[in-house]
């Protein structure tokens, strides 16, 4: 099954104690895995590991009580991090800030305009693409906890007993994960890998990584920060084109996200709620020193496999993550970063759509193209290129093959007309078919377009319309339009004089015409 097919049975929200305890350990699970994640995103954009640590505070917090899908989890992500790293290393962790708030502009603007809605335009093969592309770039994220450094600053892989130690840790956390749900459900299996391998490593004093390794996460809360950047222009047009495609890239993996949790939950979502929740979350973050955030698949993932349905688990995620920073930091850095890889890899394998390869074969040559496509731009650039070129390549097919199925049955009217009864969309793509089916040099002086099983789509189809009303006139004949829909002759009104064509009116439009009376098939063309 893909992660975006494999529903989960519905479940009671009712908020019984049981409900309250599945949503409450579902949040502690999730916080911990945001911790290494936050961390990491940190290091990646080049600012303190406490910016990305609030950034996935507060985003968490935000979009879980405002946005539009229950169960979803936000936070800071990679996907924003790559996109940060110039910005930072030119300019400074200052001008971060002013660009998370000017992206949260953006990002409400979107919403009140409601142009979430335009995610419903994204194909089924580019959501595929989408998720394999995520699981696999999840799947690299984490091959950097199995490098150490080198002594000369950089880092190299591990060796030895160290790497088997991890391996064999990762792999005792993910056999946890894959066990336990079929021994009981009323433990998240994810925080029950995780506790049972720190309780092992500490235990026994293992030497492995823990997160305390990785950097401290003790701090207090965030203050109000207004960032100090120069008010004026050259400030702006600095930092407009990284808010910019911060807003983009946000919004896009959180509305893939909010597609992915409805369907795995059989529920709605509320894709203008979530771009005004998201955009609320990081102007605030802007303020408070954090670096940004969106939706996190693997996050997200993680909390309703462990049975989160409400806005709860988010809640208490943000919260127990908030605990650690100012009161458990010493605890949660003692946990062995071989456990929170486990818990990804698992993520990882439930997240890829593996049916997507075996249907392969069993899917349009164009649809498994864009699969792999979208799969491949999402490990190699950011995911926002990878759905744009994935919908352009689906819209491009889509073209291309309406265009081909343009035709017409050709006969003659009882009054000795030559009708041309077209089948198929009339538009850019198909007007070069559309002019093949007309023989104007032997056709009688009246010629008849039959569109009632046509339609006229856009300014090219109006065009290519005209063009042949004028070699009809130049050949001393006329041309008539019949059964146009009520869109296509509001398209004509809007051309005005550009389609200078008779238009037989049809009083009975919506009903049948015989045309065992009016019409005699003789072929058909196209």
Not at 481 to 500: F, N
Request: hydrophobic share 55%; charged share 15%; aromatic share 8%.
């Amino acid at each position: 099954m893909t992660a975006r097919a494999e529903a989960i049975a519905p479940v009671s929200t009712n908020l019984t104690p049981n409900r309250i305890k599945t949503e409450l350990l579902a949040g502690l699970t999730v916080a911990l895995a945001l911790v290494p994640e936050a961390v990491a995103f940190a290091f990646v954009a080049g600012v303190n590991p406490l910016v990305g640590l609030y950034a996935a505070f507060l985003v968490g917090l935000i979009t879980s009580v405002a946005g539009g899908r229950p169960g979803m989890i936000s936070g800071a992500t990679g996907a924003l991090a790559v996109v940060m790293v110039s910005l930072v290393a030119q300019h400074g962790v200052e001008y971060l800030f002013a660009t998370v708030v000017l992206m949260g502009i953006i990002q409400i603007v979107v919403g009140l305009l409601r142009w979430g809605k335009f995610m419903r335009m994204v194909p089924h093969p580019v959501m595929l693409g989408f998720v394999n592309g995520l699981a696999i770039v999840i799947f690299l994220a984490q091959l950097g906890q199995f490098k150490v450094p080198d002594g000369s600053g950089g880092f190299t892989w591990m060796g030895g007993t160290d790497l088997y130690l991890m391996l064999g840790l990762v792999a005792l956390t993910m056999v946890v994960i894959w066990l336990l749900p079929k021994v009981t459900r009323a433990f998240p299996a994810p925080l029950a890998g995780i506790l049972a391998v720190s309780a092992l490593v500490i235990g026994l004093d293992l030497d492995t990584r823990s997160v305390g390794d990785l950097a401290s996460i003790a701090g207090g809360l965030p203050d109000f920060h207004i960032p100090m950047v120069p008010l004026n222009w050259d400030t702006f047009m600095i930092i407009l084109p990284y808010a910019v495609v911060m807003a983009a890239v946000g919004l896009i993996e959180s509305l893939l996200t909010l597609n992915l949790v409805a369907d795995l939950t059989n529920t709605k979502g509320g894709a203008s709620r979530e771009c005004l929740a998201q955009g609320a979350a990081n102007i605030v973050t802007g303020f408070f020193g954090g670096m940004g955030g969106c939706a996190m698949i693997g996050q997200s993932m993680i909390n309703v496999k462990s049975g989160a349905r409400t806005r709860i688990a988010g809640i208490a995620a943000a919260l127990f993550l908030l605990s650690f920073i100012l009161f458990a930091s010493r605890l949660i850095e003692q946990i062995p970063v071989a456990s929170l890889v486990g818990v990804m890899f698992m993520v990882v394998i439930g997240t890829f759509a593996w049916t997507s390869l075996k249907i392969m074969h069993r899917i349009p040559m164009i649809d498994a193209l864009v699969i792999v496509l979208v799969t491949v731009v999402t490990v190699l650039t950011d995911l926002a290129m990878a759905v744009v070129v994935g919908v352009i390549v689906s819209a491009l097919a889509y073209a291309w093959n309406a265009a081909s199925r343009i035709s017409a049955r050709i006969g003659v009217s009882k009054e000795g007309w030559k009708v041309y009864r077209l089948s198929g969309p009339l538009f850019f793509g198909s007007t070069t078919g559309f002019q093949d089916i007309f023989d104007i040099n032997n056709d009688p002086d009246d010629v008849v377009i039959d569109f009632i099983d046509s339609r006229v789509v856009d300014h090219s189809g109006l065009e290519v319309i005209d063009a042949l009303a004028s070699k009809y006139e130049a050949a001393g004949k006329r041309l008539h339009l019949r059964h146009l829909s009520p869109d296509c002759q509001k398209l004509l009104e809007k051309a005005g004089s550009l389609v200078e064509v008779s238009i037989l009116e049809d009083p009975d439009y919506e009903v049948a015409v015989d045309y065992g009376h009016k019409f005699d098939p003789v072929e058909k063309a196209g």
